[in-house]
């Protein structure tokens, strides 16, 4: 697998319509996700990074991200991850209540979850991001904060929390469905997120995306640009690539994955997106955003007619304080953001624009 990776690296550079000594395309930022990156060695993740670097070009100061689980954070781990050039963690927590990580049929243990984030610290990772779930069944609101509380005394520079969702055809599902297990409780969801935002609020956290908090100079520069609209490229099986008009996702077929790549092919399927879909997406990804939806930016890149079918189309949500008009920007409100999904998609719906 890892030599098909890498040979499409390569095959991602090569001249389709550009020539093979022209400049380098820029890399900001490379995130090792999806599947369980942390189980790679430090000769694999070196593999690597010296094929981008080949064929790209890397910034300085390149945001350099690994996800891990606490199980995987070894002191040798560590050391070779930083070897290797990884300069962020991403790491899933999830819950420092057993009862929890049990319910969610998760590896680790408390301990772990705890002895992660010291054993990182002591190896020089400054920058790093760990997962927590509310919303998860029995979960108390003092359980909550203890989870949240836990993260910030431990010098969390970055802080991402999740409702428990259920995805259908999942075992998780079936148990629910079964009466197994306990089902989620929106009402506890909600009020549990409510509070979140107050207790990182008072912590100091910018609250710079719906499901994401950073102390000042440590937002995820990876994520952001996925919520910015920036151009970005997947490598490996099911990885998904945008250019700013065509998305792209590489089948998940592992054999069928490699097969073709040793007939230098990358198996992929893609949709070219309309003007519609792309402010949609720019609609839904904006708002869930700090810096909210900007109107002046929908005119510029897509016409008066939607910016202002927009405006229009929030003032009842202005009304209920659920979104603020700044400097031509929208903006939820922390009420807002309950409904930031729901308030997106009434905004959609302009096919005939075009």
């Known amino acids: 697998m890892m030599a098909s990776v890498i040979r499409e690296i390569e095959l991602t550079t090569l001249p389709s319509g550009a020539a093979a000594d022209s400049k380098k395309e820029i890399i900001e930022t490379i995130y090792f996700g999806g599947g369980t990156p942390s189980l790679l060695t430090q000769f694999q993740l070196t593999g690597l990074l010296t094929s981008i670097k080949t064929n790209y070009s890397i910034r300085e100061g390149a945001e350099i991200t690994i996800e891990a689980n606490p199980d995987d954070v070894t002191t040798e781990k560590l050391r070779d991850w930083k070897d290797a050039g ?3 963690l991403s790491i899933g927590i999830q819950s420092f209540k057993a009862k929890d990580l049990q319910w969610m049929n998760r590896v680790h243990n408390t301990k772990q979850a705890l002895d992660c984030i010291t054993l990182a610290k002591d190896a020089g990772f400054n920058n790093f991001s760990a997962d927590l779930i509310y919303g998860t069944p029995g979960l108390t609101d003092e359980e909550w904060k203890m989870n949240v509380h836990r993260l910030i005394d431990l010098g969390a520079p970055h802080i ?8 259908p055809g999942t075992a998780l ?8 297990k306990t089902g989620v409780n929106t009402d506890q969801q909600a009020r549990q997120f409510l509070l979140l935002m107050k207790w990182m609020k008072a912590a100091g956290y910018e609250h710079y995306e719906i499901s994401n908090f950073a102390k000042p100079g440590f937002r995820s520069r990876h994520n952001s640009g996925y919520w910015q609209g920036k151009k970005y490229i997947g490598i490996g099986p099911s990885a998904h ?3 700013g008009a065509i998305r792209k996702w590489n089948i998940a077929n592992n054999a069928f994955y490699i097969g073709s790549i040793k007939k230098n092919i990358i198996p992929f399927e893609e949709e070219k997106l309309t003007a519609v879909q792309r402010l949609n997406e720019y609609i839904m990804t904006s708002l869930r955003t700090m810096e909210g939806l900007d109107l002046e930016r929908v005119e510029k890149d897509f016409s008066s007619v939607e910016s202002n079918t927009i405006r229009n189309s929030v003032k009842s949500y202005c009304e209920n304080k659920w979104l603020v008009v700044d400097d031509k920007k929208l903006v939820l409100t922390d009420e807002g953001k309950l409904f930031a999904d729901g308030i997106a998609s009434r905004l959609f719906g302009l096919e005939t624009s075009h």
């Open 86 to 88: 990884i300069n962020r």
């Open 160 to 167: 991402a929390c999740y409702a428990l969702t259920v995805e």
């Open 173 to 180: 599902q079936k148990m629910i469905s079964l009466k197994k």
């Open 241 to 243: 690539s945008y250019d």
